[in-house]
């Protein structure tokens, strides 16, 4: 069964405490990982898109990597603003629809 | 430019009414889905509309939920009779892709409607 778990639940950083977060899956077929930030009483919010493993994407103060059997999303420097709960999600084989995981809430303290 | 909208943005309501989910996706987005996201868990796929066809209905959780998208555009959750185990926050996307999504066409989520069944 297609399987997506994002570690930890939660993580507590001071400002300036560099991270990671982990989303480890499995899937027949990787089409694609997604990772979306969601604030309270909003929408998830597209980040980033993987394809294959090795490949690295930057944004900001957060870059995303991934292999065959996880993704990491790093966290550099974090602001108290970063703060959010952060999703990931796969896309596989020839379906659309995406496997979500539960969510990493990630809370940055000044 | 406007985002995907959904109305109302919280709806509390008694066991056993019925209530309507609105959502307005971004113009020209072809692909638009519903999904359910419930404390602690991953978001739950619901349906899916290309156009104005839902070629996969598989996620609804019963015959008490329906959707229907007219125009190509506006989209409506129903749910009839509804329970406690309902109460959830109810999310729309949209996205420009046909059915596949990529990385130049993601979901745009709205900030959807939080459902409370008492």
């Known amino acids: 069964e297609d399987q997506v778990t994002q570690s930890p639940e939660a993580l507590r950083l001071q400002e300036g405490e560099s991270s990671s977060l982990n989303c480890s899956y499995t899937v027949s077929g990787l089409r694609g990982l997604f990772w979306y930030r969601q604030d309270p009483g909003k929408g998830p919010e597209f980040l980033f898109t993987l394809y294959s493993a090795g490949e690295e994407k930057e944004k900001e103060r957060l870059k995303a990597t991934l292999t065959k059997k996880e993704s990491f999303l790093h966290i550099t420097a974090p602001k108290p603003e970063d703060s959010a709960t952060y999703l990931c999600?796969?896309?596989?084989?020839?379906?659309?629809?995406?496997?979500w995981g539960a969510g990493t809430k990630l809370i940055i303290k000044p | 430019g406007a985002g995907v909208s959904q109305s109302p943005s919280n709806k509390v309501t008694e066991k056993g009414k019925d209530v309507e989910l609105r959502c307005d996706p971004i113009?020209?987005?072809?692909?638009l889905y519903w999904y359910r996201q419930s404390l602690g868990q991953g978001l739950e796929f619901l349906i899916y509309f290309q156009g104005n066809s839902a070629p996969d209905k598989s996620g609804l959780p019963s015959d008490r939920f329906s959707a229907e998208r007219t125009g190509g555009s506006v989209s409506t959750l129903t749910i009839q009779r509804t329970q406690q185990e309902d109460s959830a926050v109810y999310l729309c996307?949209?996205?420009?892709?046909?059915?596949?999504?990529?990385?130049?066409?993601?979901?745009?989520f709205g900030n959807g409607t939080r459902l409370t069944v008492t």
């Open positions: 113009s020209g987005h072809t692909a």
């Open positions: 999600a796969v896309q596989a084989g020839g379906n659309y629809q995406l496997i």
């Open positions: 996307a949209s996205s420009a892709g046909q059915g596949m999504v990529s990385y130049n066409s993601p979901l745009h």
